[in-house]
């Protein structure tokens, strides 16, 4: 049985740390399983048990705090043939408690060990999530005033479908640990030792009272047998199998000549609800239809039907590397929130650069050329102003063409755009 631990990195911990223990323990289960290295990977978090991904020769991954199975989850979706073992410690397990949860409702075939020490131990001693209420630790008072938590029957009822809780003393704890990787699915092995460091020294520990305290819980000692179901990563790919093909990337192919080969950067500002990143939308449509390259960043907030709505496009015949604009060419203003959320923006414009505003709203002063838009007059709904803004720009062949711009309707509304282009004529003429 060959060992996959590092002869360049042996294990150290503190004298009496059972972390060492299960070291060896994992070592032998991978030998048991008749595991090899490059089919191996190890995933860790911060802590001491955090340090076992260096004293392994397998593959591995070091991360943060309490997010240990994120990666593991990513590494078995992308490589399914890899055995992926997580360990990560008491701390860990309640800083990451939902992913936890999500890991055991997922059923990824991913081992899970926990190092239960009932402490931070490599940070001072501070009560953690399975630290007992009578314990003293670097915390005070605190644990006295908390629920431990109780991973396997957290487990248990988050979906787990294989939960062990085991002394790190026991002797067969190797073929357990093999008998959890083997399993299908999701495995958990809550794992209680002893952190000589920092616990043992204010509170009373052996391994005697660990058997002891495991003893007087419910037993879990491998599969849940209303857990049992198909392993997540074998039921994605089969779903995927049947599910309808995604159809490819639509192609806009450039059928026009654009009014200029110079880089536009152009600017939207409105409320919510004025439809600014759907005409930002359009005009990078617009765009394509010329050859541009085209980007859009849009900005608006979280609530969604208030506050600001920002969109900005750039258009370019050259490679776009950076999708913020500083200095626009060309700024269309149809709503205040909007204005005011950009304002900075309107004194930096250049003097051949264009302010396209609807009338009433209050501009900050500006270096270039500012034409009014008469919407109300016109009856143009706030919803259509952005697009209506658009056509103007349209009609003066800047920054694009009618042309591209009854292009880009047609494919972002095949079936409305005849219905939205007869709107287009309300707006002002040239």
Known sequence: MDSLLNPNRPPVFCPGCTHERLTGALDRALGLLNRKAARVALVTDIGCSGLFDTFFKTHAFHGLHGRALTYAAGMKLARPELTVVVTMGDGGIGIGGAHFLAACRRNLDITLLILNNFNFGMTGGQMSATTPPDAVTGSGFLNRLEHPLDICETAKAAGAPYVGRYSAFEKDLPEKIARAIGHEGF?????????????????????KSIAAQISRRPAFDGAVAENTRQEYGALYRETARHAPPLPPPRRIEAVFIPPSTKRQDVVLLGNAGQRILTAGEILCLAGMTGGLQVTQKNEYNITVLR????????????????TGIETPSVVIAVGQEGVRRRKGLFKKMPPDGLVLAAEGLELPDCPC??????FK???????????AALSVLARKNRVLSSKMLEAALKIRFPSQASRILETIPQCPPE
């Open 307 to 322: 506050g600001p709505s920002v969109s900005e496009v750039i258009l370019s015949k050259e490679r776009i590397d950076y």
């Open 377 to 387: 007059k016109q009856r143009i709904r706030s919803r259509d102003q952005a697009l």
């Open 369 to 374: 050329e500012i034409r009014l838009l008469p």
């Open 187 to 207: 495995s958990l092995v809550d794992i209680w030792g002893i952190c000589p460091g920092r616990y043992t020294r204010k509170n009373r520990i052996s391994p």
